[in-house]
């Protein structure tokens, strides 16, 4: 596992955006480079020596637009809890929630599904956070590719992001 603090070279352009934006935004975590084989929260909890439930997944949904177009949802949750997308959806105030597919995903984030991250996308998406994060004194999300995370905290990455609480099980 390797930590880096500031832009490495031959970093992943993901990765250098991500690190860029969360600069930007004042953000202080670091960014911990994961083994290729962490793709589950459990692996990489287990890989950064955390609770599961620290690992904050940004899950992509789609939402039926007015204008009868998707519109991108994130939820950040946590790495221990399954999103009830009925119970979200309602909480949202839209009326369904179907997991975004993969190219949506890259469309819509710049990245791909397992390295989303909860910031850094090409435009603004409406955002909601798992309260159950608040849990933990440091939070794991990724950081703009499958084998980045950042360290953040509840408050820092509410502030982040900008997202809206609801609990989503």
Same mark, same amino acid.
């Given at each position: 596992?390797?930590?880096?603090?500031?832009?490495?070279?031959?970093?992943?352009?993901?990765?250098?955006?991500?690190?860029?934006?969360?600069? &930007? !935004?004042?953000?202080?975590?670091?960014? +911990?480079?994961?083994?290729?084989?962490?793709?589950?929260?459990?692996?990489?909890?287990?890989?950064?020596?955390?609770?599961?439930?620290?690992? /904050?997944?940004?899950?992509?949904?789609?939402?039926?637009?007015? &204008?009868?177009?998707?519109? #991108?949802?994130?939820?950040?949750?946590?790495?221990?809890?399954?999103?009830?997308?009925?119970?979200?959806?309602?909480?949202?105030?839209?009326? &369904?929630?179907?997991?975004?597919?993969?190219?949506?995903?890259?469309?819509?984030?710049?990245?791909?599904?397992?390295?989303?991250?909860?910031? /850094?996308? #090409?435009?603004?998406?409406?955002?909601? !956070?798992?309260? *159950?994060?608040?849990?933990?004194?440091?939070?794991?999300?990724?950081?703009?590719?499958? /084998?980045? +995370?950042?360290?953040?905290?509840?408050?820092?990455?509410?502030?982040? *992001?900008?997202?809206?609480?609801?609990?989503?099980?």
């Amino acid at each position: 596992m390797a930590e880096t603090t500031g832009a490495a070279a031959g970093e992943h352009p993901s990765i250098a955006s991500f690190r860029a934006r969360l600069g &930007d !935004l004042g953000g202080q975590g670091r960014i +911990v480079l994961l083994p290729d084989s962490v793709h589950t929260a459990a692996l990489a909890a287990e890989a950064l020596g955390c609770e599961v439930g620290a690992i /904050a997944n940004s899950l992509l949904f789609a939402a039926p637009g007015a &204008d009868g177009t998707d519109q #991108p949802i994130l939820i950040l949750t946590s790495g221990a809890h399954r999103v009830d997308v009925s119970l979200a959806a309602a909480r949202i105030g839209v009326a &369904d929630l179907r997991r975004a597919k993969p190219e949506f995903v890259k469309e819509t984030t710049g990245q791909v599904i397992g390295g989303v991250s909860p910031i /850094a996308h #090409p435009v603004p998406i409406p955002t909601y !956070l798992d309260p *159950t994060l608040r849990r933990y004194e440091v939070i794991w999300a990724a950081a703009g590719h499958p /084998a980045a +995370v950042f360290s953040t905290t509840y408050d820092e990455l509410s502030r982040l *992001t900008g997202a809206i609480e609801i609990d989503v099980n």
